[in-house]
T-cell receptor, first 114, second 116 residues
Framework: DTEVTQTPKHLVMGMTNKKSLKCEQHMGHRAMYWYKQKAKKPPELMFVYSYEKLSINESVPSRFSPECPNSSLLNLHLHALQPEDSALYLC?????????????FGQGTRLTVV | AQSVTQLDSHVSVSEGTPVLLRCNYSSSYSPSLFWYVQHPNKGLQLLLKYTSAATLVKGINGFEAEFKKSETSFHLTKPSAHMSDAAEYFCVVSDRVRAGGFKTIFGAGTRLFVKA
């Protein structure tokens, strides 16, 4: 299994809602990532988990809250989002956090905040 | 400091003709370099990677790239474009940072159009 699975594929939420994005991989990878991608732009790194511990937080607003329950799962909890948070949210994993290791990406969750 | 520059925001080719997507980088150490492809509303798929082994790297779907240290380039090529190659392509560099660890930087992307 070389897939990173993200659910849901699409999500529409109001600014007062609380929702969660989910990501799962069964490749035994120890590093997992959340990226945000706006239209016609490259992905922007949000968070990195290494061995289930948060290792990088790229100054992301607190309305985004990551969680890594175990080595296969990564969640992104959303609360009080703004319309400008609408984007494609990509999860990725890699064997480690070293520079030579490629990341495997999920298909993304298309988030629309209304 | 690390950086990645994709020299063309858009490239348009005819089906069956060669593809060239250009990427230049700057790095303080010995970088790893990657090319990813992204089809509309999809995730990113790795095409190929360079990690200090052979400088000519072959990837999936007939793509290849050559690492040229003297030119700080890692251009992506394919001899013959197919309609299914139409997508966004990202050049990515991963390198050590002074504080330890690695930093991954994405280029701005090149949109490839393939005309029938």
């Amino acid at each position: 299994d070389t897939e990173v699975t993200q659910t849901p594929k699409h999500l529409v939420m109001g600014m007062t809602n609380k929702k969660s994005l989910k990501c799962e991989q069964h490749m035994g990878h120890r590093a997992m990532y959340w990226y945000k991608q706006k239209a016609k732009k490259p992905p922007e790194l949000m968070f990195v988990y290494s061995y289930e511990k948060l290792s990088i937080n790229e100054s992301v607003p607190s309305r985004f809250s990551p969680e890594c329950p175990n080595s296969s799962l990564l969640n992104l909890h959303l609360h009080a989002l703004q319309p400008e948070d609408s984007a494609l949210y990509l999860c990725a994993s890699s064997p480690g956090q070293g520079g030579g290791t490629e990341a495997f990406f999920g298909q993304g969750t298309r988030l629309t905040v209304v | 400091a690390q950086s990645v520059t994709q020299l063309d925001s858009h490239v348009s080719v005819s089906e069956g003709t060669p593809v060239l997507l250009r990427c230049n980088y700057s790095s303080s150490y010995s970088p790893s370099l990657f090319w990813y492809v992204q089809h509309p509303n999809k995730g990113l798929q790795l095409l190929l990677k360079y990690t200090s082994a052979a400088t000519l790297v072959k990837g999936i779907n007939g793509f290849e790239a050559e690492f040229k240290k003297s030119e700080t380039s890692f251009h992506l090529t394919k001899p013959s474009a197919h309609m299914s190659d139409a997508a966004e392509y990202f050049c990515v560099v991963s390198d050590r940072v002074r504080a330890g660890g690695f930093k991954t930087i994405f280029g701005a992307g090149t949109r490839l159009f393939v005309k029938a």
